[in-house]
């Protein structure tokens, strides 16, 4: 049975810098595609970033070159690096991955005040 653990988050002003890890257990992390989405208030939750196993990532425009996803193999950690954050990226944040099923984070909040 996986699970997805997150932490990091929390409230900064814009501009601010946050991280959000994604701790794994219970999946074969090397070689598993690893999402992080995003839920505003009254908003589908929609995907931010991926990372594929050979480390080929993709971003929703509103953030690309903002926000870094990166994975630590050995750690098996998932990792949302978000830099000049705004606003309208307040929502709250889950990673995500398939392992022969969806396994979701608990979701982690971050706000940013203007």
């Known amino acids: 049975q996986g699970r997805l653990v997150q932490s990091g988050g929390g409230s900064v002003q814009a501009g601010g810098s946050l991280r959000l890890s994604c701790a794994t257990s219970g999946i074969t992390f090397k070689y598993a595609t690893m999402h992080w989405y995003r839920q505003a208030p009254g908003k589908e939750r929609d995907v931010v970033a991926s990372i594929s196993s050979n480390g080929a990532t993709n971003y929703t425009d509103s953030v690309k070159g903002r926000f870094t996803i990166s994975r630590d193999n050995a750690r098996n950690t998932v990792y949302l690096q978000m830099t000049s954050l705004q606003p309208e990226d307040t929502a709250l944040y889950y990673c995500?991955?398939?392992?022969?099923?969806?396994?979701w984070g608990q979701g982690t909040q971050v706000t940013v005040s203007s």
């Open positions: 995500k991955t398939y392992w022969h099923r969806h396994y």
